[in-house]
């Protein structure tokens, strides 16, 4: 991810400039472009939002390429995720505007684009569960797998038939197979 050098800006100077509404990140100052998603990564990120708002009627809002308000290691932070899940009953009474989403997502997914690396990503699934994120998906379309990282628990990889279902989830029936066969990918 290449990183875009200039004077620091704050985070609000961030999201009320025209850059907030592209494919840039913040994050202490800086902004860093997000990776262009390539045809795998794009039908797999579309094929679950579908998955994700079947399920998640009258239980919350899904985004796509949503940014949220954040802080990573104290300082203003602002990543796209490629989907997230906020529930209604975490928003409470906050009432969502076309902004960054305001608070912690329960679910923030990233799906590893070419030229990005595990390792990478999973740095980042560990700043977003420190910054209050319940969980996060990284998932693999290169090995079909996703991981799954909690903030209490060791990190669990998924493939195959492998239930992505979790108590913070409630009732979502879905595996890995099912998402990488509606993406057309097995």
Not at 63 to 85: H, M, Q, S, T, V
Not at 133 to 140: E, N, Q, Y
Not at 156 to 185: H, R, V, W, Y
Request: aromatic residues 8%; hydrophobic residues 40%; glycine residues 6%.
């Amino acid at each position: 991810m290449a990183s875009l050098t200039q004077t620091s800006l704050t985070l609000d100077e961030f999201l009320s400039s025209p850059l907030a509404n592209e494919n840039y990140e913040f994050f202490d100052g800086e902004l860093i472009q997000k990776m262009s998603p390539k045809r795998s990564h794009s039908r797999v990120q579309g094929k679950l939002l579908l998955l994700l708002e079947n399920w998640s009627q009258n239980k919350g809002e899904v985004g796509i390429e949503w940014a949220i308000c954040l802080k990573r290691n104290g300082k203003d932070w602002c990543p796209i995720p490629d989907l997230l899940y906020v529930s209604f009953e975490k928003l409470g009474d906050i009432i969502l505007e076309d902004d960054a989403c305001p608070i912690p997502p329960d679910l923030a997914i990233e799906v590893i684009s070419p030229g990005q690396s595990f390792s990478e990503l999973s740095e980042k699934a560990e700043a977003y569960l420190k910054a209050g994120v319940d969980r996060v998906w990284l998932i693999d379309i290169q090995v079909k797998k996703i991981t799954i990282f909690y903030p209490d628990s060791p990190p669990q990889t998924k493939q195959s038939n492998d239930s992505l279902g979790d108590d913070l989830l409630p009732n979502l029936s879905l595996t890995p197979q099912e998402i990488f066969e509606k993406a057309g990918l097995i």
